[in-house]
């Protein structure tokens, strides 16, 4: 099943009009935020199938959760602890997709979760959560935004790489935005200056593309400033920031999702196809640290899955289940470009006492963000 032609042309119009009125140009964030979240017809919000492990099944890519339960099981180990030491007994998860990881963590977890609050802004994705997720009852609950104030453990899976982003160009040893303008009818790559930088100089003077994240770091400054005691685990592809603004990177790192092939042009078939951007965990983790988060950790996947007891007992596991676990885990798959970062809340309430997370006890990489 792929998205219907029907839905791209009304929102290509949509964004045309928003560009007329913005005097012909606009970000690449407002674009991307429109192709992805337009209600009824971005692609995060209409009807089509997202997640799955073959293309036949319709889906345009697959998510750690839905390769193997093993991920959502050791997972929960970490925040099994994290609900300990902070005292807490509620997770949110933001972006819960098609409600696979939801499901491993409420099964593994049983009665220490009070509360399962999931974060989407996709009424689609909701009510195949619901469905999925019904055998919990109440103790699942479903809220479009954050509370002023909140506890618990906080889980996100590839929800940062699906934040907007800003793209900065700097073509003739000059720095400007990338946006989308129209020409003849169709979206173009158009720049502007701007006073904007990449948080590090690159060096040369080479033509580079690149992005910036205020939204997904504005993200993590609104979860410190929401969440009162408890701890918070990002999962997400990307690279600290040394790697992230090297100067063979000229490309950027924006690429688009469609019948599990990838291509980089996001501004052609908007809404039928998902949008990305690497992350820049170094942003991140500055973001929180300056709003007040403590950093528990920062590693590879497979090195956080591993500490969590990944492979505790696949000795007898079918073939099929050991080859998923292993694209959770080999540096050529998912285990190495994947990465997670971590953080507690430290405050006068809620202090923290310097508790070790587990998913960080070997080859933890804070000191290279």
């Known amino acids: 099943m792929t998205t219907p032609p029907s839905l791209t042309s009304p ?13 012909g140009w606009i970000g690449f964030d407002r674009f991307m935020a429109m192709a992805l979240y337009t209600p009824g017809l971005g692609y995060y919000t209409h009807d ?12 345009d890519f697959v998510t750690a959760p839905e390769l193997s339960p093993r991920f959502g099981q050791a997972l929960a180990r970490q925040v099994a602890q994290a609900l300990q030491a902070t005292a807490t007994d509620e997770v949110w998860e933001f972006g819960a997709g098609s409600g696979a990881l939801a499901a491993q963590l409420l099964e593994a977890l049983g009665p220490q979760v009070r509360r399962y609050t ?42 940062l790489d699906a934040m ?19 020409h003849d009818g169709v979206f173009v790559p158009t720049d502007q200056s701007t006073a904007l930088r990449p948080p590090l100089d690159v060096a040369g003077s080479h033509d580079y593309l690149t992005e910036i994240h205020p939204q997904a770091e504005a ?14 685990f990002l999962m ?8 992230y603004y090297h100067p063979q990177r000229s490309m950027g790192t924006v690429m688009c999702h469609r019948g599990h092939l990838l291509d980089a042009d996001a501004l052609r078939d908007v809404g039928e196809k998902d949008i990305t951007a690497h992350v820049n965990f170094s942003g991140i983790a500055l973001a929180g640290q300056e709003a007040g ?3 528990l950790g920062y590693t590879s996947q497979a090195r956080f899955l591993l500490n969590c007891g990944v492979l505790d007992g696949m000795e007898g596991a079918p073939l099929a289940e050991r080859v998923m676990v292993q694209k959770l885990v ?26 070790q997370a587990m998913g960080f006890s070997a080859g933890d990489r804070t000191h290279t963000l």
Not at 136 to 156: K, T, Y
Not at 237 to 243: L, S
């Open 236 to 243: 997400d592809y990307g690279f600290p920031e040394h790697e």
């Open 11 to 23: 929102l290509a119009g949509r964004i045309r009009e928003a560009i007329a009125a913005a005097g």
């Open 164 to 182: 907007p982003v800003q793209l900065l160009a700097r073509v003739e040893g000059v720095w400007q935005e990338r946006g989308v303008a129209v």
């Open 118 to 159: 999931i974060v989407d802004l996709s009424g689609s994705l909701q009510a195949r959560q619901r469905e999925r997720l019904a055998a919990w009852g109440s103790a699942v609950r479903w809220v479009s935004e954050l509370p002023a104030q909140m506890q618990g453990v906080v889980v996100g899976n590839e929800v």
């Open 219 to 232: 993200f993590v400054r609104t979860l410190a400033d929401r969440l009162q005691a408890g701890a918070v």
């Open 293 to 295: 988060f403590q950093v």
């Open 330 to 355: 080999n540096e050529h798959e998912m285990g190495e470009l994947f990465k997670v970062v971590a953080f507690v809340v430290d405050s006068a309430d809620s202090p923290w006492d310097g508790w």
């Open 48 to 59: 089509s199938r997202k997640f799955g492990l073959m293309p036949a099944s319709g889906s």
